[in-house]
């Protein structure tokens, strides 16, 4: 096919987008037999998967890029000129299947089932490999596109998902510490790694989001920091089984409130500054009404005094802007 199109041989490109479409319909039938009637697939069927999917990107790479680069590019079939692109999406598609295939057919392969971690790092591979791709795909202009935009904004929510899920529901680490081996801290060590760069990734993309949207900025760090709680949340809950100690949830949230306040005063955003006074309304309100029953006299006097003088540096704080802000406003009208 290339070849042909290269040397203006019309009738062998042909031939080639026939003999192609042979191919992929034979793979597809023995893969719609396995799925729907269980019959075995071939030994080599790694191999065949593989030559399917690089013949597939090889094929549409050099047609996109040859529409792209060519002013009079003419496609081998007049009528359906569209083809090609609709043949790269359904290429980008057959990837992401077939890495994520790969994947789990190599991992199940190398890796023992009795293996204490097995799905927790299945899913966080497939989690991986999802964002790898998006981020691989947004460098490639040849291939790139608004519609290859979206597809990449899908798989990096598919591959936060999945890390949402590990997050929420599998803990590497056993309750008791003693238990606990290198096995299990390199895997936390995973987890944290990979929210850290979810973090960091998607806060690009939903700030591209936000600007191309025409919507209010103030959402961009709004819906970080409502996120970034519910991290926290699962942290604490989950994978450090610090549920039951309850204070200590209360105080990393309201450091987390007063870390939101500051962010807001610094950058002038209004919505993440009251996200954090409602934090910290909260997270008083618990300690207030249900932490302290289950502390000692001692522990609340010391836990009275820690959430007073947060409360009241928060105080000072907003005294402090709010008259810096009328005294500016005053100098605007006196120089008007």
Known sequence: ?????????????????????????????EVYS??????????????????????????????????????GFTFVFPKA????????????????????????HYYGEWVPRAFSHYHFYELMLMAFVSISLAYVLTKVPVLYDR??????????????????????????????????????YIALGLLIFFNIFVFISGR????????????????????????????????LTVQFHLGEVSLLFSSVFLLLAIGYIFYGFWKKYVYIRRLGLGVTILATAKLIFYDLSFLTEGSRIIAYFAFGVALLGISYMYQRVSNRQERGESNDQAAL
């Open 204 to 235: 690009e993309l939903l700030l591209a989001f936000i600007r191309q949207q025409y919507k209010n900025l103030e959402l961009y760090p709004l819906i970080l920091g409502v996120y970034l709680m519910g991290i926290m949340a699962a942290f």
């Open 34 to 71: 396995y799925w729907t009637v269980g019959m075995p697939l071939a030994s080599n069927f790694q191999f065949k998967y593989f030559a399917v999917s690089a013949g597939l990107l090889l094929v549409s790479y050099y047609y996109s890029w040859k529409q792209k680069n060519e002013a």
């Open 147 to 184: 519609i290859v935009k979206y597809y990449c904004l899908f798989l990096y929510g598919a591959g936060i998902l999945l890390g949402l899920f590990v997050t929420l529901t599998i803990a590497p680490l056993r309750p008791s510490i003693g238990d606990n081996t290198a096995v299990e």
């Open 81 to 104: 000129v569209n083809f090609v692109r609709y043949f790269k999406y359904f290429t980008l598609g057959n990837l992401w299947v077939y890495f994520l295939y790969v994947t789990s």
């Open 1 to 29: 096919m290339i070849y042909a199109n290269r040397a203006k041989l019309a009738t062998l490109e042909k031939a080639g987008w026939v003999i192609l479409f042979l191919c992929l319909s034979i793979f597809f039938i």
